[in-house]
C-alpha cells in the first residue's frame, strides 16, 4: 500500500497534468519563435481530440457542426482551423471556439475538453488573438500541454486487487478496494454522479470476518470460492443412471449419441468451462477418471469423503440463475471461460427443467399447476424471479436464527401491503460485482452484505434448514466472503469481432461528453440529479482520457465504477421489480440476519435466546427490533445503472431483459412488443441458438429476433390475443397481471397453456405481461444514427 508521502507525492503529480494528459504541464517555457511554431507544437496536438468528431462522416458532420471542421490531411489543420474561425464570427470578443470547447456555451456533444485556463484553452487563445490581430501578435505563455491519453482502453472489469497482487508476494498489502471509497461527498461536482451508497456490513464482525488485508489472504479466499463453486457447494440430486435416462422423456426411441448436447438444448444449461465428468451407462466412475459424458455447468458429479467419485450428480444452485454462456462448439467455441464464469443465464428453461422433473430446484405439483421457488410466476425461458425467492425465504426462515418459523405476525404484516410477486428479471454477470457499490438492479444493499450471495447456494437445503438454523448460518459464514473474493477475480470477455477503432474513438467522446439534456433535447424528460447529463454521468467513466480527467473522477482509481441510482420517475423502465419488495420487508430486512444486526445496541445472538423467544420476536413491531449497519435501499426506489464492461454479452437487456439489443436500448421506437429468440432445432429437441456465427446481431450488438404480433404466438388465442386492441393484453393476461401485482403469493403456481404447442410460448418474450415493459431510458433517443453508430461501437470496447 502506498505510504502518506507517496500519495502526497502521487496528489501533487495529476493536479500539475491537464484533463486526460499524460506528461506534467509546466508553468510556462520558452515562446515560439513564430506562429507555425506555436501552431504546431501548442496547438495542433490538441486538433486531434476535435479531429475525432469534426471530420467528414463523423458525428460532427451535421448542420450545427459544420460551422468547425477539418479533415484527414494534417497538412491542411491551420487552414480549415481558421475558416472555422471565420464561419463561428472571429473573436466576439472571445471566438465560440473556446466557449464551446470550455463548456461555457452549451451544447456541444465532445463536452469541455479545454477547461478555462487549461493548457489548451490558453494555446489556442493566443493563436485566435493572432488571427485577429496580427501585427500585435504575442506568443509568449505558450504551454506545452502534453500528450493526450488515449480514448480507447478498458479494464475489461480486472479489478484492483487482481491486478496489484498478480506479481507480488503473500505478504503485500493490499491497496484500497475503490468500492469502500463511494460514500457521501464523493465525487462532487463532476462528470460521473455516484449516490449509491458503499457502506461496511463486517464494522462489527471479529477480524476473520472482516475484509482481506493481503494479497495472500485475498488469494486463499479467491481460491476456496472457486472450489466452492465447482465442487464444494454442489448437493445431490439424482443418480448417473437417472441422469442418462433423461431422453426418453424427450419422446426419442434410443439415448442419442449427441445426448449432452440435447440435454443443454432442452433445458437451457450451457458448456461447463472446465472438465466436468459423469460416467456414460456401464461405465466405472473411478475406472474412467469420472466418466467420458461431460455435465454442463450447474451439474456436478459428487465425491465421497476419500475422493472417490459416487456417480451422484448434484446441483450448484447459484448457476441456474448465474450458469449462462454465449458461443458454442460449431462457431470456435464458447466465449465465458473460468476467467469470465458467472454470466447471466439468458437461456435457462425452469419450465422445462420442472416438467420433466430434472432439476432439484423446479418440481412439478400436477397439471396445471408448476412451481419453482425462484422462479415464481415465471414461464419464459431465460428469466429467473429470484428476489420473490428471497423473499419466500424470509416469509419461511426465522428472521434472525435462520430456522423454520412462519411467523403468522410477520407474514400478515407483509402482505398487508399488495406488491407484485411474479416479476421476472434478467440475471447480471458476475465480472461487473467489483465496479459496484451496491447489489442488485434496485442498489438494495451494500456490495459488501456477502452473506446474501449464499441465501440460495449452500448447497443441500434440506441438511442446512432446520429449526434452529444454525447450520444455515455457519454455511453461509464459511463460504460468503470466499465466494465473494472470486467474483474479485473474473474478468469480462473480449469482444469477438472486428471494431472499427475510429468510430469507437467517436463514440467514446460522445459517451463520456455529450449531454443528452443539452440544448433543449429531451424536454419535458426528468434529468438525472447529478453529472454531466451523459451516458457516463450514470454509468462511469472507462476512457483512459477520462479516467483520467479531475472533471470526470477525483481519483482515477474510481475508473469503471458504477454507482448512480435513479428513481423510477427518471429511468422509467418497468417498475415491477423495484417495487417488489413491500415497504415493510424494505425495513424489515435490515432487522434481519441478512442486515448485519450483529453487534448493534439490543441485539442478541440467536443461540443466546430460548426457541420460543426466536419464534416470536419475528413478529414484534418493526421499531422494536434493532436495525442492522446494512439494511435495503429504502430513500430511493428505482435501479442503478450497471457497469458496461461486457455488455456486448449481456443481451438480451435492461433489468427484465426486454430489449433484445444495444441498438434498441438507445433507440426505443425499434423496440419490439413481441419477439422471439433466434432457435436452433436438432432432433426435434429446440432452444435458444447461442452461436454467434449464426444467432449474434454484430452490428446491432445483441441477439438476432424475429418480431411477431399476438396472432402468431403458438397455444390457445384465448391466451394471447385481445379481440377489442391486439396490442393491449389479453384477457387472460389482464387477469393474471391483476393477480400477480395485486395478491400476494399468487406467483407461487404457473398456469400453463395446455393447447398443443402452447409449451413453446415459454420462447416468446411478451412485454404485455407484468414486469415485462420495455420502456423508459429513452432519453437516448436523441442520438442521432452516427452517434448511435459510434456509442454502439465503443461499447464494444468495453
Known amino acids: ?130 488571427f485577429e490581430n496580427p501585427s500585435g501578435c504575442s506568443l509568449s505563455g505558450g504551454i506545452d500541454a502534453g500528450e493526450l491519453l488515449p480514448l480507447l482502453g478498458s479494464t475489461h472489469a480486472k479489478t484492483v486487487w487482481e491486478t496489484y497482487c498478480a506479481n507480488r ?97 432442452r433445458y437451457g444449461y450451457n458448456h461447463a468451462p472446465f472438465r466436468n465428468p459423469y460416467p456414460l451407462p456401464g461405465e466405472d466412475p473411478n475406472a474412467s477418471d469420472g466418466g467420458s459424458g461431460q455435465l454442463p455447468l450447474g451439474k456436478r458429479q459428487l465425491k465421497d469423503a476419500q475422493g472417490k467419485w459416487t456417480g451422484v450428480i448434484g446441483e450448484v444452485a447459484c448457476f441456474g440463475c448465474h450458469g449462462g454462456q454465449i458461443g458454442d462448439a460449431s462457431d470456435g467455441g464458447s466465449r465465458i471461460t473460468m476467467k469470465n464464469l458467472g454470466l447471466g443465464n439468458n437461456n435457462a428453461d425452469t419450465g422445462m427443467q420442472a416438467t420433466d422433473g430434472g432439476s432439484a430446484y423446479g418440481v412439478s405439483i400436477g397439471v396445471p399447476l408448476l412451481l419453482n421457488p425462484f422462479a415464481l410466476g415465471g414461464d419464459q425461458r431465460g428469466q429467473n424471479n429470484a428476489v420473490a425467492g428471497f423473499e419466500l425465504l424470509f416469509m419461511l426462515l426465522d428472521y434472525d436464527s435462520l430456522g423454520l418459523n412462519p411467523n403468522a405476525l410477520k407474514l400478515a404484516q407483509n402482505s398487508a401491503q399488495p406488491h407484485p410477486t411474479a416479476e421476472q428479471q434478467d440475471t447480471p454477470a458476475w465480472w461487473n460485482y467489483g465496479h459496484r457499490a451496491r447489489k442488485f438492479f434496485d442498489g438494495s444493499q451494500s456490495i459488501d452484505s456477502t452473506r446474501i450471495v449464499m441465501a440460495a447456494g449452500v448447497g443441500e437445503l434440506a441438511a442446512v434448514i432446520t429449526v434452529d438454523g444454525k447450520a444455515y448460518r455457519d454455511r453461509i459464514e464459511e463460504f460468503d466472503q470466499d465466494l465473494a473474493a472470486f467474483f474479485l477475480s473474473l474478468e469480462s470477455p473480449v469482444y469477438p469481432g472486428d471494431i472499427d477503432t475510429k468510430l469507437a474513438e467517436q463514440g467514446a467522446v460522445l ?21 454531466n447529463g451523459s451516458c457516463a454521468s450514470c454509468h462511469g467513466a472507462y476512457s483512459p482520457r477520462y479516467v483520467h480527467d479531475p472533471a470526470f473522477l477525483e481519483d482515477p482509481v474510481l475508473g469503471g465504477m458504477a454507482a448512480h441510482l435513479m428513481p423510477l420517475e427518471v429511468i422509467r423502465t418497468d417498475s415491477a421489480r423495484a417495487d417488489e419488495l413491500s415497504p415493510y420487508l424494505r425495513e424489515a430486512y435490515g432487522t434481519t440476519f441478512w442486515g448485519y444486526p450483529d453487534g448493534v445496541e439490543g441485539w442478541t445472538a440467536p443461540d443466546a435466546k430460548n426457541l420460543a423467544a426466536e419464534l416470536a420476536d419475528d413478529g414484534l413491531p418493526l421499531s422494536m427490533r434493532p436495525q442492522g449497519v446494512c439494511g435495503w435501499e429504502r430513500e430511493i426506489i428505482g435501479y442503478q445503472a450497471p457497469p458496461l464492461h461486457g455488455t456486448w454479452a449481456t443481451a438480451p437487456y435492461f433489468h427484465n431483459g426486454s430489449v433484445p439489443t444495444i441498438e434498441q436500448v438507445l433507440k426505443s421506437s425499434d423496440r419490439p412488443a413481441i419477439w422471439r429468440r433466434q432457435l436452433q432445432t436438432i432432433d426435434e429437441i429446440s432452444g435458444f441458438d447461442q452461436s454467434l ?83 423508459g431510458h429513452d432519453f437516448s433517443d436523441v442520438l442521432t444514427e452516427q452517434e448511435r453508430k459510434a456509442v454502439i461501437e465503443y461499447l464494444k470496447t468495453l
Open 1 to 130: 500500500m502506498l505510504g502518506p508521502w507517496a500519495l502526497a507525492l502521487s496528489v501533487l503529480l495529476l493536479a500539475a497534468c491537464a484533463p486526460g494528459r499524460s506528461d506534467p504541464v509546466p508553468g510556462g517555457g520558452t515562446a515560439a519563435r513564430s506562429l507555425d511554431e506555436h501552431f504546431s507544437r501548442n496547438v495542433q496536438p490538441g486538433l486531434d481530440f476535435c479531429r475525432t468528431c469534426h471530420v467528414p462522416g463523423a458525428p460532427g458532420d451535421v448542420e450545427n457542426g459544420h460551422d468547425f471542421m477539418l479533415s484527414g490531411d494534417k497538412s491542411q489543420d491551420m487552414a480549415h482551423l481558421k475558416a472555422s474561425w471565420e464561419r463561428l464570427g472571429r473573436n466576439n470578443p472571445t471566438s465560440r471556439i473556446l466557449l464551446m470547447s470550455s463548456g461555457q456555451e452549451t451544447p456541444h456533444s465532445g463536452g469541455a475538453p479545454w477547461p478555462l485556463g487549461s493548457a489548451p484553452y490558453k494555446n489556442m487563445e493566443i493563436l485566435l488573438k493572432c
Open 169 to 265: 508476494p503473500d505478504d503485500a498489502e493490499l491497496p484500497i478496494d475503490p468500492r469502500t471509497m463511494i460514500r457521501p461527498g464523493v465525487n462532487e461536482n463532476r462528470a460521473v454522479y455516484f449516490n449509491a451508497w458503499y457502506q461496511d456490513c463486517h464494522a462489527n464482525l471479529p477480524e476473520k470476518e472482516r475484509a482481506p488485508k493481503t494479497c495472500g489472504a485475498y488469494r486463499e479466499r479467491r481460491e476456496r470460492g472457486r472450489m466452492a463453486f465447482i465442487d464444494t457447494l454442489a448437493a445431490g440430486s439424482q443418480t448417473a443412471e437417472d441422469y442418462n435416462d433423461s431422453w426418453k422423456k424427450w419422446g426419442l426411441d434410443q439415448r442419442p449419441a449427441n445426448f449432452d448436447e440435447l440435454y443443454t438444448l
Open 511 to 531: 459517451f463520456h461528453s455529450k449531454d443528452l439534456w443539452g440544448g433543449g433535447a429531451n424536454a419535458g424528460k426528468p434529468k438525472p440529479a447529478g453529472g
Open 693 to 775: 456465427g449464426r444467432a449474434y446481431d454484430f452490428q446491432r450488438l445483441g441477439w438476432k429476433h424475429e418480431v411477431l404480433a399476438c396472432g402468431d404466438l403458438p397455444g390457445n388465442p384465448l391466451f394471447n390475443c385481445n379481440p377489442v386492441a391486439p396490442e393491449q393484453p389479453s384477457v387472460t393476461q389482464t387477469v393474471m397481471n391483476l393477480l400477480y401485482s395485486g395478491f400476494n403469493w399468487s406467483a407461487l403456481v404457473v398456469l400453463p397453456d395446455l393447447v398443443p404447442g402452447g409449451a413453446d410460448k415459454r420462447f416468446v418474450y411478451d412485454t404485455r405481461k407484468l414486469g415485462n415493459g420495455n420502456g
